[in-house]
């Protein structure tokens, strides 16, 4: 039984899936396996894998249809054998240090639920994609380091949640605080995950030194279209129903409208109002469908006080 499961979603993944697995032939770390689910792909990713995976040790989960982001690394998730799993976009290449870094990260506390990768732009490494994600008061979800020089981030510090593109999670503490919303279907789900982790009182850090190449919205084609924005904007209202205590979505009702109303204007200016507006209209209109979380003993009140911190944080541009 390997030490760490390596878990890479794949969706129409032929471009870039070579690179991907490649790198993690390159792994000083080995105590691993590969766990490849396939959300029934109408390219060749599939096949190129199975044809150039070796020597790796990998298992392969293949699905006849696109059942998203969550089921599928929930699926992998449930099929890993080890202490703990790496989750790991397609359109992704990772240093050699990659694994061994994520697992020195998350040994070094028995608290860590998660710990991200350092995520650099695949074409412009010097700049960061992401050094961890938070979650603020207007109901905003952002990136850590967006932009910034890859040198900024150097030591392992607290983040809000990890990036699902390229993290560990510590597979024990799924069954306490459960798995990835599947309702989710795709965007924000890493984000809930986390969330909920934190009001458990565990941590998320990011560990700079495992660092990672990603292309970015390999499979939704694009940084802004009508699909992401759509169930990204419907999961926000999902997300703040879940995990807000009652008072909380009494207390953030003003801040998080206000939030709202930025970013329609926002998408306003691309033509893209009306996937938003849908978005919003889902959410309110399906959160039934929803489970809300009941903790016991949950960190309510430390976490608000972190939504206030990090909406600073945001209005900032840090």
């Known amino acids: 039984m390997k030490k760490v499961s390596v878990i890479i979603p794949n969706y129409n993944g032929e471009k870039y ?11 000083t770390f080995r105590d691993f396996d590969v766990i490849f689910v396939d959300n029934a792909s109408e390219d060749n990713s599939l096949q190129m894998t199975r ?5 790796l040790d990998i298992q392969y989960i293949v699905n006849n249809a696109n059942y998203g ?40 506390d028995e608290k860590i639920f998660s710990a991200q990768a350092l995520i650099l732009q695949y074409n412009n ?29 150097s030591e392992m510090g607290q983040i809000f949640s990890s990036c ?9 503490i799924f069954e306490r605080i459960g798995y990835f919303d599947e309702d989710f279907f795709a965007y924000l789900e890493d984000v809930d995950i986390g969330y909920r982790a934190k009001l458990y009182g565990y941590d998320n850090v990011i560990a700079p030194k495992a660092k990672v190449l990603h292309i970015g919205s390999a499979t939704s084609g694009s940084k802004y279209n009508e699909f992401k924005v759509s169930l990204a904007a419907r999961n926000n209202i999902f997300l703040m129903y879940k995990n807000f205590a ?16 930025v970013k329609a204007a926002f998408f306003a ?18 959160y039934e469908k929803i489970k809300r ?8 009140v430390s976490v608000q006080k972190d939504l206030y911190k990090y909406t600073l944080k945001r209005l900032g541009g840090k």
């Open 17 to 27: 899936i070579l690179g991907c697995i490649n790198s993690l032939k390159r792994q």
């Open 51 to 55: 044809e150039n995976a070796k020597p």
């Open 69 to 108: 982001f969550a089921k599928a690394v929930n699926m992998g998730i449930k099929a890993s054998k080890g202490e703990y799993v790496i989750l790991l976009n397609n359109d992704t290449k990772v240093g050699k240090h990659f694994v061994e870094e994520l697992v020195t990260a998350i040994e070094s």
């Open 125 to 153: 490494r010097n700049r960061i994609d992401t050094a961890g994600d938070f979650y603020c008061a207007i109901g905003y979800e952002f990136s850590q380091g967006k932009d910034r020089p890859a040198g900024e981030y």
């Open 164 to 172: 699902a593109g390229a993290a560990i999670y510590r597979k024990k």
């Open 246 to 261: 009652p008072w909380q979505l009494a207390l953030n009702c003003i801040p998080v409208a206000c939030g709202i109303a």
């Open 269 to 286: 200016e691309k033509g893209l109002l009306g996937a938003y507006a849908k978005g919003i209209y889902s959410g309110i209109t399906n």
């Open 293 to 300: 979380v009941r903790y016991k003993n949950a960190r309510y």
